[in-house]
């Protein structure tokens, strides 16, 4: 049967005035499963507005994850500096109870000294920048020589003591310079630096600066500290850096 434009265009004019013949043709013409394509895509929206909310929700909680391991490790490396520093004062107490055990093979008669008494044996001799760096020394130990570490003779000594539970090169350099600053003023001085361990480039520096390293019992660069000591330019070179 033939089907005229005119007649087309008075169906589609019908169809537009009669919503139910539109409905019906449509499924009279679409599948099922074509129809359902808008319910399908609704649904998919859904899903993805649903998803793209757990997305940021779980964005949120990786950022405060974040957050919070930041904290925690700022809080770590606190306590850490913490334990450190409390190993270092015990450290530096029991370096200063037992006196004797660690310097007795230098020096006889051991004694611990105040830092008041540093300050009022040095600050005449020498000027106040130097007294203030001096005095930051953990120890002072006073006592004589030892026979036979230097020629037979046993000379009044002083031991610059800096104590850390790690010894590194900024501890020896300290030392180095606070001993050579005291023996600015008039007195016989041994950089001494003690430690549970020593780094690689401490014990390199120890070795040219002339400072002894003890740990676990041992003691090294002894000659080397003694000939620094007796040599008269070492002073001179270490004033010139300073």
């Known amino acids: 049967m033939a089907f005229t434009v005119r007649e087309f ?10 919503a139910d013949w539109r409905e019906e043709l449509r499924q009279t013409l679409l599948s099922d499963d074509f129809l359902a394509l808008p319910g399908i895509v609704r649904e998919l929206a859904e899903a993805q507005r649903g998803s793209e909310q757990r997305l940021t929700s779980l964005e949120a909680a990786v950022q405060e994850l974040a957050e919070a391991q930041r904290r925690t490790e ?3 490396r ?5 334990v450190a520093s409390l190993d270092g004062r015990m450290l530096e107490f029991e370096v200063a109870r037992k006196a004797f055990s660690y310097f007795g093979r ?10 008041n008494d540093i300050e009022d044996l040095l600050e005449a001799r020498l000027p106040a920048e130097y007294l203030a760096d001096i005095l930051r ?21 002083w ?5 850390s539970v790690v010894v590194d090169r900024e501890d020896v350099e300290r030392v180095a310079r606070r001993a050579s600053l005291m023996r600015q003023g008039e007195l016989q001085v041994l950089p ?4 549970e361990n020593v780094t690689e480039g401490a014990r390199s520096m120890a070795k040219e600066q002339g400072v002894i390293l003890m740990r676990d019992g041992s003691m090294a660069f002894v000659n080397e500290a003694l000939q620094r000591l007796t040599s008269p330019d070492s002073d001179n070179r270490n004033a010139a850096k300073q």
């Open 9 to 18: 265009q008075d169906l589609v004019q019908l169809l537009r005035e009669r």
């Open 74 to 76: 700022v809080e770590v």
């Open 78 to 82: 606190r306590l850490t500096n913490r």
């Open 106 to 115: 230098l020096l006889r008669r051991v004694e611990v000294i105040n830092p």
């Open 137 to 157: 020394l953990d120890l002072f130990v006073h006592g004589r020589l030892r026979r036979g570490l230097m020629e037979g003779k046993e000379p009044e000594m």
């Open 159 to 163: 031991l610059a003591v800096e104590v």
């Open 192 to 195: 001494v630096a003690v430690g």
